[in-house]
């Protein structure tokens, strides 16, 4: 009977770190529900040959992966219905035993990324899930019980914008990133972060991957631990809300979600999860297709239009204008949303371009983490120095 009991319950699909059952998407748990129900039902082939109606310890082993698979394949089905061409998982075919409704649709598939946010995604996924073994949700949640209030972001943001009409700063502590290498050799991250918040910076961010970015929790931390006082985004490709808690304890006071990774779902589900902790998301997008997805997900503050697209690399900076024309930008104003303008910003020509595309903040890394002096490097940006 204990089998079947801890087939139940078990653990294994990426909901796993939610945190109470009614907030639930209830899709995805429906559909766990009944795979659970079906197998319950179904002893594998493996059980019936041995024997006994009730799975032996390596049946329940494979019925977990199958259920982790079919729940990765449902995933992506939902973010290609969304127009999401980001694959959260390779599709390694079915495990053994499976006898489902989708294997017909994987035979030509390859196990190779398409793209570097594809390849980012899927290697997250595994770090991810040995982080979460190494650090349960119910011990985060005990930790974060404890932890220090976050502070304001978006206030930082707005009330930077007001006081010099200027876009509020969010600058980055980059050390590299895979479309331009190393950008800066001698990289302290603190005394970056000092330096930025010298030079006027309203709020900072700071990329915590440590395989692409060369970045990680630890800058993090050692930032917020250093008395900087600009509330922190934690600059992550978040797959699984278990990486925003995670954050939290980290010293984060915003985090990024990429709506081209992330199904809408998805997105609604995280941002209740921020508002819990007491976090900002800002929700990245690229393209009108992500943009107006996102416009019509309730209680988002902030917009990011990444000037980057993620998986060709490709900088346009009118990416930001064209993003925020006609109706777009209307709907914006009227939900009083801030529009951040991201990435490919170096120069007083290209702060004005974006402002008067109508974003009130813009996120820089490269152009300012380059300098020997970064706060310097903000004045060069704005072409005045923003610090008073
Ligand atoms: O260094 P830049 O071109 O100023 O870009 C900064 C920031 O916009 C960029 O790092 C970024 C925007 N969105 C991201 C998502 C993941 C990783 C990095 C990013």
Redesign the pocket.
């Known amino acids: 009977m204990e089998g079947l009991v801890s087939m139940k319950t078990a653990p294994g699909i990426s909901f796993q770190s939610i945190p109470s059952p009614n907030q639930r998407p209830n899709f995805f748990l429906r559909r766990s529900m009944d795979l659970q129900h079906r197998r319950f039902h179904f002893p594998s082939i493996r059980a019936q040959q041995s024997g006994t109606i009730f799975p032996r310890k390596e049946d329940e082993e494979d019925s977990l992966k199958v259920k982790e698979w079919e729940v990765g394949m449902l995933q992506n089905e939902v973010a290609a219905s969304q127009g999401i061409r980001i694959r959260r998982r390779p599709p390694s075919g079915p495990p053994l035993h499976y006898v489902g409704p989708f294997e017909f649709r994987l035979q030509n598939e390859g196990n190779t990324p398409r793209n570097i946010l594809e390849e980012i995604v899927w290697h997250k996924d595994v770090e991810v899930s040995q982080m979460k073994e190494k650090k349960p949700l119910l011990s985060l949640k005990k930790v974060i019980e404890n932890s220090p209030p976050t502070r304001d972001f978006v206030g930082a943001l707005k009330a930077a914008h007001l006081q010099t009409g200027l876009p509020g700063l969010i600058a980055?502590v980059?050390k590299a990133?895979p479309s331009?290498g190393i950008l800066r050799e001698n990289f302290d991250p603190v005394e970056i972060a000092r330096a930025y918040e010298k030079g006027g910076a309203a709020c900072l961010?700071v990329?915590t991957?440590e395989k692409y970015?060369k970045g990680s929790f630890e800058n993090l931390e050692a930032i917020r631990n250093a008395g900087v006082k600009c509330p922190l985004l934690c600059?992550e490709?978040v797959i699984d809300a278990w990486q925003i808690y995670y954050a939290r304890i980290k010293g984060a006071d915003a985090i990024?979600l990429?709506a081209a990774v992330l199904p809408d779902l998805d997105i609604r589900y995280m941002i209740k999860i921020c508002k819990m902790l007491g976090l900002a998301a800002l929700v990245?997008v690229h393209d009108e297709r992500e943009m107006d997805r996102v416009l019509g997900i309730e209680g988002i503050e902030l917009i990011?239009i990444?000037n980057?697209n993620?998986e060709t690399f490709e900088?346009d900076i009118s990416n930001t204008k064209k993003l925020l024309e006609g109706e777009r930008g209307q709907m914006i104003r009227k939900k009083d949303i801030i529009v951040v303008g991201?990435?490919?910003?170096f120069t007083p020509d290209d702060v004005a371009y974006v402002r008067e595309a109508g974003v009130k903040a813009v996120?820089?890394?490269?152009?300012i983490?380059k300098q020997s002096d970064p706060g310097k490097g903000i004045s060069g940006l704005f072409g005045k120095d923003i610090s008073l």
Do not use: T, W
């Not at 991201?342 to 910003?345: P, V, Y």
């Not at 996120?363 to 152009?367: A, F, T, Y």
């Open positions: 980055e980059k990133s331009r961010s990329l991957d970015f600059k490709f990024l990429i990245e990011g990444n980057r993620l900088v991201e990435s490919g910003l996120l820089v890394g490269e152009s983490v």
